[in-house]
């Protein structure tokens, strides 16, 4: 069975700095591509960053670049985000995501996709 | 960065309804576009990718159709447990983006 576990979350002064992680289990963490998402309160789903297998390539939303920085370690099949400068908008859900890509018969390119969840930990950014 | 709208924010529908929800792309992404569902306090869950193809598991009475900037979810002969929010995703490029949500209540 695919797991998806994050901790780390909590309760962070604006400014502050907080480290997430992902326990990943019941697959092969080092084939795939993993993400965080995160939702705020009563928002909808934001894409945060993705990490490539090898950790070759790494994107990052505009809201957050500069400020979050997204890791992993094969070895430990875990998945990791540094958040830090953090503000008040920064508070919400945090999902860690496990990238699926797919080839489609009729088209000439892959297809990517979010197809494994966390249950999510919560970050929340006050004083 | 491309910009994803969904449309309506919310809808009210009964058990047996059809009902559709629409997705645009602020520019063209082929077929690249997901659907998720997420149920309250619940991490969200595949529905489908490259537009129209089902993910393993999924009901047969949900249906997408769409490319280039225009998609629609059509979920057919409503169900209790449809009741969600619904949010689409492109996967076109970075940075991937979601539409705001599209919560569908019962009437």
């Known amino acids: 069975e695919v797991q998806l576990v994050e901790s780390g979350g909590g309760l962070v002064n604006p400014g502050g700095s907080i480290r997430l992680s992902c326990a990943a289990s019941?697959?092969?963490?080092?084939?795939?591509?993993m993400n965080w998402v995160r939702q705020s309160p009563g928002k909808g789903l934001e894409w945060v960053a993705s990490?490539?297998?090898?950790?070759?390539?790494?994107n990052y939303g505009d809201s957050i670049k500069g400020r979050f920085t997204i890791s992993r370690d094969n070895a430990q099949n875990s998945l990791f985000l540094q958040m830090n400068s953090l503000r008040a908008e920064d508070t919400a859900v945090y999902y860690c995501?496990?990238?699926?890509?797919?080839?489609?018969?009729?088209?000439?390119?892959?297809?990517?996709?979010?197809?494994?969840w966390g249950k999510g930990t919560t970050v929340t950014v006050s004083s | 960065d491309i910009q994803m709208t969904q449309s309506p924010s919310s809808l009210s529908a009964s058990i047996g309804d059809t009902v559709t929800i629409t997705c645009r792309a602020s520019?063209?992404?082929?077929?690249?576009l997901n659907w998720y569902q997420q149920r309250p306090g619940k991490a969200p869950r595949l529905l489908m990718y490259a537009a129209s193809t089902l993910q393993s598991g999924v009901p047969s009475r949900f249906t997408g159709s769409g490319s280039g900037t225009d998609f629609t979810l059509t979920i057919s002969g409503l169900q209790p447990e449809d009741f969600a929010t619904y949010s689409c995703?492109?996967?076109?490029?970075?940075?991937?983006?979601f539409g705001q949500g599209t919560k569908l209540e019962i009437k």
């Open positions: 995501a496990r990238e699926g890509v797919r080839g489609v018969e009729k088209f000439l390119t892959n297809f990517y996709y979010m197809d494994a």
């Open positions: 019941g697959f092969t963490f080092t084939s795939h591509t």
């Open positions: 995703q492109q996967s076109s490029t970075f940075p991937r983006s």
């Open positions: 520019q063209d992404i082929g077929n690249s």
């Open positions: 990490v490539s297998h090898k950790s070759r390539y790494i």
